[in-house]
């Protein structure tokens, strides 16, 4: 889906394309017995694409524990950081860098190897739309078996995410010294330039690539920001809507409804390229007609059957800053973890992009808004 197209938010009212992850107690995994090697099916090509075809992407040789700069995190595991690996074995085997190798599920079994090569490119280069039961025909190729492409994919699993390789119909992956085989999974296809894309996440991951509060380019007037932290952005969900807050130290989504601080263990980030968006200050009272220029026209704000998006929002406090929506002419944020602040001078979150290409509304609109709502 096109994040800014016109039928995305005029037809359907998503700016945003949905990626809620299956519950782990769903999925539906086998493990591959001790010694048994994986078949492979023939596939179709497609729109398949491998690393060195997307702008960014490339993989990099290393060795006994070696991280490279610019590695790209793709999972966690025990509370730590995955990287995707892969090593020339019996074909090219996908795995994950952990404890100084590069693990991966073979023949039923998950071994390490000192020496691979590691994915590496900014995490909003790619997304990871869910795949279940089905040779992908499109997707990043990260490996092969029997000269067959093997696409990489995510699953999450056991309160992790783990990256592998899809092979015949499933998603294998290693854990705890055994290959498994995942049904339900996720897989990679390039992010095109200027779309975003929604993670669920829980428990403080925090998913590659997700926009923070302190990134974005400079605003046409900012505020005084210099040092500040900022906070990954997250949407919690209260009823049908999706209500734009902060992640906090505690793992929670902090959202304000009402006046009442409420916390979310599970909640969405939004993935994408920090350079497409923008801060824009504004002052007490209603949002006014955007008169800047085109490129900043799109609003971004949480979605809201019965009304307006609540806008992403975000205020300098105590030399940091905080993130939240908008309401009343307010920018609605949890001060201190507990307390609603309604602050009367702060920024919200443009999109950048073409004015003609992001909306169906017409002149009519104040500036028109962008929902994210995750499916």
């Known amino acids: 889906m096109k994040a800014m197209s016109a039928a995305a938010v005029g037809a359907f009212g998503l700016g945003v394309l949905g990626l809620l992850g299956a519950p782990a107690e769903a999925q539906r995994v086998d493990v591959v017995p001790a010694g048994e090697a994986s078949d492979i099916m023939t596939a ?36 730590r950081t995955i990287y995707v690996c892969r090593v020339r074995n019996d074909g090219v085997r996908v795995g994950k860098l952990v404890d100084g ?10 071994i390490g190897f000192p020496d691979y090569e590691v994915l590496t490119g900014a995490p909003w280069r790619l997304r990871w739309p869910p ?23 995510l699953v999450e699993h056991m309160g992790g995410v783990h990256p592998g390789m899809v092979i015949l119909d499933r998603c294998h992956f290693g854990l705890n010294g055994k290959e498994i085989m ?59 809507e999706w209500v734009p807050g902060m992640l906090d130290a505690s793992g929670s989504c902090l959202h304000v409804i009402g006046r009442s601080v409420e916390r979310s263990p599970g909640y969405t980030v939004v993935v994408g390229d920090p350079s497409r968006v923008a801060w824009v200050t504004y002052e007490g009272g209603e949002l006014p007609r955007w008169e800047g220029p085109p490129e900043y026209s799109v609003r971004i704000g949480g979605y809201r059957p019965n009304g307006p998006p609540r806008e992403v929002c975000r205020v300098e406090m105590g030399g940091q800053l905080l993130a939240g929506h908008v309401e009343g002419g307010r920018c609605m944020v949890a001060a201190g973890g507990a307390q609603v602040a309604a602050v009367p001078r702060y920024q919200v979150l443009h999109y950048i992009g073409d004015m003609q290409e992001a909306t169906s509304q017409g002149d009519s609109a104040p500036s028109p808004l962008m929902p994210l709502q995750a499916q």
């Open 44 to 79: 179709p090509r497609g729109q398949q694409v491998a690393a060195a075809e997307v702008p960014g992407l490339a993989w990099q040789q290393a060795t006994l524990g070696q991280i490279p700069q610019d590695a790209m995190p793709a999972g966690v595991d025990a509370g």
């Open 131 to 153: 795949g279940s039961g089905l040779q992908p025909s499109k997707g990043l190729v990260a490996g092969q078996v029997s000269g067959q492409p093997g696409v990489l994919c």
């Open 182 to 240: 995942a049904v339900d999974y996720r897989y990679a296809e390039p992010n095109p330039p200027g779309e975003f894309s929604m993670r669920f996440a829980s428990g403080g991951w925090v998913p590659p690539g997700a926009l923070s509060a302190a990134e974005g380019t400079p605003p046409t007037t900012s505020l005084s920001t210099s040092g500040a932290i900022g906070p990954t952005i997250c949407l919690a969900q209260s009823g049908a």
């Open 101 to 110: 190798v590069c693990q991966i599920p073979l023949s039923g079994a998950e």
